[in-house]
């Protein structure tokens, strides 16, 4: 099959990046990515590459060369569809807040508006890739819901996840460990296949494209991250007996992570992970398992997300206690709300929770984020219902300029690993602080001799010492 034109549905932290490198690696295919939300295509269309809707290292200088080329933004959905052989699904997959499986399910109504929409839309037989990540067996739904609704034209589906980390999804792209692609082994199946593994081959050598079978392919891409998650988990939980114990946890990681069975990544301990995969894919386990009646399974891994909450809930303890159990009407200064460095995603960032938890106890906080717009830090707040929108506004006051952030401020707190922290001037920000001043280091990116020289009192998660 003759492949010249994509799209993709779903403009986001997915789509928006993946496409751009496709097109760039690409450039005798066109690549189309639609999306219903007007404004983030005008993003994504913006001539100023500064504004668009995804921060990623690198992604500005791609969607630059590609843009106007064989990369094309745009809200006509049908029309992108009607003229493309393959239709990626690159559209959000919530948990479910509601009915069945809330908290805990994927809630996977946008996937099926897709997949009638493509049904009812396509006049020619089209292969279907599902990006985004999904429970196991959603093809089969995706299949069945395109097979029985539209014009009877065939479609194939594929199961290709991302492996993509947001803040190095250009190199994760360009560069990737593997490229996983599941489909069905009929003679159209394989066609299906070899047409996906030639796009890719275009830039990722043959080798690191593996094929399988879909739902193989889609319970992959759950066990990656339920893997990555563990270990994260796994570190944040023996932090917890560093802090009691006086060791330090940056020692035990290296220490273990010269076992090459164990190898040095996903080690770092931190005020828990973030983001929009690993909790809801494990969740998404925890379900499958249950609906199964593995409850045995279910409970392993959902530990996994309990010690996460519990290690951003001890953090928040952390400051209350050690700023002699009170923080109310005292200004505590977060640096970083990002999930994790070098991206504008907040989703799950551990920051929400933390800051939820303080304002309860009637803080005042202060936050500074290099990447992160405060319409952001008061929707992430506000979608949790805990206080009103207008009392949030008063207790919490997002700043432009750090140092500002952290005048007459009892304490900092870090909360995203971003490099400009480490080279600030600690002794000014000493100088304009509250005394005693407190540095509760999240995420262990500062130096302890250098800040107690200063003055300050610091605390670094995973270290009693
Ligand atoms: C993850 C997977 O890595 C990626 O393959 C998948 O496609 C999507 O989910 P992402 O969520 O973008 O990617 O970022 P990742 O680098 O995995 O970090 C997730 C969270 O774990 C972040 O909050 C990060 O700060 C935290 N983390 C990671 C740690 O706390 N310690 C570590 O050692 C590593
Ligand atoms: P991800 O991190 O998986 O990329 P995002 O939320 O960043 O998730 O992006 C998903 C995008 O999909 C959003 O911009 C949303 O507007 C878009 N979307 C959801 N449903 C549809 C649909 N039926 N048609 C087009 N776009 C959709």
């Not at 948990?95 to 809630?107: I, L, Q, S, W």
């Not at 999930?339 to 991206?343: E, R």
């Not at 979608?383 to 009103?388: A, D, E, I, N, V």
């Given at each position: 099959m003759k492949i010249k034109n994509i799209c993709c549905i779903g403009a986001g932290y997915v789509g928006g990046p993946t496409m751009a490198v496709i097109a760039q690696k690409c450039p005798h295919i066109n690549v189309t990515v639609v999306d219903i939300n007007e404004d983030r295509i005008a993003a994504w269309n913006d001539?100023?590459?500064?504004?668009?809707?995804v921060f990623e290292p690198g992604l500005d200088s791609i969607v630059k060369e590609a843009r106007g080329r064989n990369l094309f933004f745009s809200t006509e959905v049908d029309k992108a569809i009607d003229n493309s052989e393959i239709i990626f699904i690159s559209v959000n997959t919530p948990?479910?807040?509601?009915?069945?499986?809330?908290?805990?399910?994927?809630?996977?109504k946008y996937i099926e508006l897709c997949a009638r929409q493509i049904a009812r839309v396509s006049k020619q037989d089209k292969i279907v890739v599902e990006?985004?990540?999904?429970?196991?067996r959603t093809a089969a739904a995706i299949k069945s819901i395109l097979n029985n609704t539209g014009h009877h034209v065939h479609f194939e589906i594929l199961s290709n996840p991302e492996f993509l980390a947001e803040g190095t999804a250009v190199n994760d792209l360009l560069m990737p460990d593997r490229v996983l692609i599941g489909g069905e082994s009929t003679p159209k199946g394989k066609e299906a296949l070899k047409a996906l593994t030639d796009i890719y081959a275009n830039w990722v050598p043959r080798e690191k494209i593996l094929t399988t079978n879909v739902w193989s392919s889609e319970l992959s891409k759950l066990t990656a991250n339920a893997f990555l998650a563990q270990r994260v988990s796994s570190i944040n939980a023996m932090s917890e007996i560093c802090e009691k114990t006086g060791a330090d946890i940056n020692e035990v990681a290296k220490a273990i992570g010269m076992d090459s069975r164990i190898?040095?990544?996903?080690?770092k301990a931190s005020v828990g992970f973030g983001g929009s995969c690993f909790q809801k894919d494990i969740l998404n386990l925890v379900y499958i398992a249950k609906s199964y009646g593995l409850d045995e399974v279910a409970d392993y891994w959902e530990q996994v997300i309990l010690i996460n909450e519990h290690q951003k809930q001890r953090f928040s303890d952390l400051i209350v206690s050690t700023l002699y159990n009170t923080v109310s009407g005292k200004k505590i200064t977060f640096l970083g709300w990002a999930?994790?460095?070098?991206?504008n995603d907040t989703r799950e960032s551990a920051a929400i929770k933390v800051a939820d938890s303080l304002l309860s106890e009637q803080a005042k906080i202060s936050v500074y984020d290099p990447k992160v717009v405060a319409k952001q830090i008061y929707s992430d707040l506000d979608?949790?219902?805990?206080?009103?929108s207008e009392e949030n506004r008063n207790l919490l006051q997002v700043h432009k300029d750090p140092y500002e952030a952290c005048n007459q401020s009892h304490s900092v707190a870090i909360l995203t690993e971003w490099d400009e922290f480490v080279s600030y001037d600690w002794q000014r920000i000493y100088d304009n602080m509250q005394k005693p001043a407190f540095v509760f280091d999240g995420r262990g990116i500062l130096n302890k001799t250098e800040l107690e020289r200063i003055g300050f009192v610091y605390y670094k998660i995973g270290s009693g010492a």
């Open positions: 001539e100023n590459l500064d504004n668009l809707p948990t479910k807040t509601y009915g069945k499986g809330k908290g805990m399910a994927a809630d996977l990006k985004s990540t999904l429970p196991v190898g040095p990544k996903f080690l999930f994790k460095k070098d991206t979608y949790l219902k805990t206080r009103s």
